[in-house]
């Protein structure tokens, strides 16, 4: 079965005052902690969408195809479109955000088995009552995410498709926190030196 990973890095972190996907955290770009475990999985093909120069610069030498979106504004939804049209013909695709620096490699092994198991499904990480990223889509459910607009991302057909989901259950709740602002970096710091 063929399975390629989307990074969506396009934010502009405005929440956060610029860009924290190159934020130090514990020893490295905040982003590169997603980037090197999806490396490891051998995914039929990854593809980071970024409007970040520094960003892609940072990727080249890896397996890695990168796509700049030239106008971030309008939205994930836009990442979300960039990454599909440049990903080549496989059974799903796993959609990453770069600031989940506690996303196991457990998980990301755990869904792709789980997806393989029943791959007509979309497949949605989980802790208790709270979903969150990474998410398995399969090829049926492209064109619903093509339609997409704005900021209406993966949970917005998620939400239309509920019959259609299935989720994954993480083991540390920590794994679906993202960060937004300077002050979710110094919180991790303190709890996780």
Known sequence: MKISAILLAAGSGTRFGGNKLLAPYQ???LFEHTLQKVLTVPFYQVILVTQYPELAARVEGYPVETVMNPDPTRGISSSIHLGLTRGRPCDGMMFFVCDQPHLRMETIQGML???QENPHCILSAAYGDRRGNPV???TAFYDDLLQLE???GGSFVIQKRELDVRYF???HPEELF???LRADLSKFM???P
């Open 150 to 152: 704005g900021d209406h």
């Open 178 to 180: 993202d960060i937004d």
């Open 136 to 138: 398995i889509f399969p």
């Open 190 to 192: 303190e709890e996780k």
């Open 169 to 171: 259950p993480v083991t």
């Open 27 to 29: 020893g490295k770009p």
């Open 113 to 115: 088995a789980s997806f």
